[in-house]
C-alpha cells in the first residue's frame, strides 16, 4: 500500500509538469524534450522503492539463535516464574519504601547524612518498581516486546543505574557509619548534610555516565520464533566491543571496589564496637544491629548484585579472550541473577529499620495501632458471650 501510494504521488507530479510545460508551448518537441525527465523520474522512483524495499527488509530480517535459547525464553522459567516474582517484589517493596521515603522527607527534621543517603536509596528502588510492570508484561508475552526501541532502551539503563546506584549509595552509607563510631568527633565537620547532598548528586551522575551509553546502542532484535527482543540478543558487531569495556568498566569499579570498600567499613564498625562494648554496656546494642546491617548488606552484595557483575566480568574476559561456546547456560544464569539483583529493592527496608531509629519508631507504631484495632473487637466478642450477672436480696 505505502509503495502504491508513492507510485501514485510521484506520477501524478509528472503529468501536473507535462501539462504546465505543454500549456506554455504549441510545438510538440517541447513534450519530446521532456521526456528524458520522465524516464529519469522513474529510475529515481525505481532506485527509492528499491531502497525502501532493502530498508523494509532489513528491518523485518530476523536473527537466528539456538533451539535451547529458543526454549529458555519461552520456557516457563522465564515467563511464569520470573514475572511471578517481580510482581511479589512490587507488591512488597511499593508500600516499604515508599513509607520510606515519607519518613526521611517528612518526619525527619534533622536530616542527618545516613537519612539523606537512605532517602536517596528508597527513591531509586521506587523508581525501578514503577519500571517493572513492563518487564512483567515483556516475560509474560513470551518475550516479546510492544513498547518500541526507546522503551527498551530506557528499561535497561534503567536496570543498571538502579543497580549501580544501589550499590554506591550503599559504600557511602558504610563509609559514613565508619567516621560516625571511629571518629565521632573528628567527622563532625565532615559528616554534614549539604556534603551528604553533593555525594548523592555525584552518585546520581557517575550511575547516569555509566549507563547513558545503553541509551545509544540497538536493544531490540527481532529473533525468528521468538519475536522482537529486548536486550536479549547481541549481533556480532562493532557494539560487542563496545559491551565488553562498557560492563567490564562497571564490574570493576562500580561492583568490586565498592564492595572492597565497604566490607573493610563494616568489618572495623564491628571491631571498634566489639572494643567499646567492653567498657560500656550499651554499646552491645549497638554492635549488635551492626552485625545485622553487615550481614543484610553483605546479602545484597552476595546474593542480588554478586552473580550478575561476576557473569559480566566472566563474558568480558571470554570476549576479549576470544574464547567461545557456553552462550545459552551464561545468558539462562545471567537472567537468573538479574532477577535476584531486582530483589534488593526490599531487602532496602531491612537496612532502613536497623539503620534508622525513627525509622523503626513508625514501623513499630503501625504495628501497634493494628494490634490496637484487633483488641477492641476481641473485647467486644467476650461481652457478648460472657453471662449475665445479677443480684438477688
Not at 560492563?247 to 566489639?274: A, D, E, G, K, Q
Request: aromatic share 10%.
Amino acid at each position: 500500500m505505502i509503495i502504491m501510494a508513492i507510485k501514485t504521488i510521484l506520477f501524478l507530479v509528472l503529468i501536473a509538469h507535462v501539462r504546465s510545460v505543454s500549456s506554455k508551448g504549441e510545438e510538440s518537441f517541447v513534450i519530446e524534450e521532456k521526456r528524458p525527465t520522465q524516464q529519469t523520474l522513474t529510475e529515481a522512483l525505481n532506485s527509492t522503492l528499491s531502497n525502501f524495499t532493502l530498508i523494509q527488509k532489513e528491518l523485518n530480517t530476523s536473527l537466528h539463535i539456538s533451539d535451547q535459547a529458543v526454549e529458555f525464553l519461552k520456557g516457563p522459567l522465564v515467563t511464569r516464574f520470573m514475572p511471578s516474582f517481580y510482581i511479589i517484589i512490587i507488591l512488597i517493596s511499593l508500600p516499604l519504601n515508599a513509607l520510606a521515603l515519607v519518613t526521611f522527607t517528612c518526619r525527619i527534621r534533622e536530616k542527618k547524612p545516613a537519612v539523606i543517603y537512605m532517602s536517596h536509596l528508597a527513591c531509586v528502588d521506587l523508581l525501578f518498581a514503577l519500571l517493572l510492570p513492563l518487564k512483567i508484561h515483556y516475560q509474560l508475552n513470551a518475550s516479546d516486546w510492544l513498547f518500541g526501541e526507546a522503551a527498551c532502551r530506557v528499561l535497561t539503563a534503567a536496570y543498571y543505574c538502579y543497580m549501580y546506584c544501589s550499590i554506591l549509595l550503599m559504600m557511602c552509607m558504610s563509609v559514613d557509619r565508619l567516621l560516625g563510631v571511629a571518629l565521632p568527633i573528628a567527622s563532625l565537620t565532615w559528616r554534614s548534610t549539604r556534603k551528604a547532598s553533593c555525594v548523592c548528586v555525584l552518585v546520581w551522575l557517575l550511575a547516569l555516565a555509566g549507563t547513558v551509553p545503553l541509551l545509544s546502542m540497538r536493544q531490540t532484535f527481532l529473533i525468528k520464533n521468538v519475536g522482537m527482543t529486548c536486550h536479549d540478543a547481541l549481533e556480532q558487531d562493532s557494539t560487542e566491543q563496545v559491551y565488553l569495556y562498557l560492563f567490564f568498566i562497571l564490574s570493576c569499579l562500580y561492583f568490586f571496589v565498592p564492595l572492597v570498600i565497604t566490607l573493610v567499613s563494616y568489618s572495623t564498625i564491628i571491631y571498634v564496637l566489639s572494643v567499646k562494648s567492653d567498657r560500656i554496656s550499651s554499646s552491645s546494642s549497638n554492635r549488635n544491629r551492626a552485625v545485622i546491617m553487615t550481614a543484610s548488606v553483605l546479602t545484597e552484595f552476595v546474593v542480588c548484585f554478586g552473580p550478575t557483575n561476576g557473569i559480566l566480568l566472566y563474558h568480558c574476559i571470554r570476549l576479549a579472550t576470544g574464547i567461545k561456546g557456553e552462550g545459552n547456560s551464561s545468558y539462562a544464569s545471567y537472567m537468573l541473577a538479574v532477577c535476584l539483583g531486582s530483589a534488593s529493592v526490599f531487602l532496602d527496608p531491612l537496612l532502613y529499620y536497623y539503620g534508622s531509629s525513627h525509622y523503626r519508631k513508625i514501623i513499630k507504631s503501625v504495628l501497634r495501632r493494628k494490634k490496637q484495632k484487633k483488641q477492641p473487637h476481641v473485647t467486644q466478642l467476650l461481652l457478648k458471650t460472657s453471662p449475665a450477672v445479677t443480684c438477688e436480696t
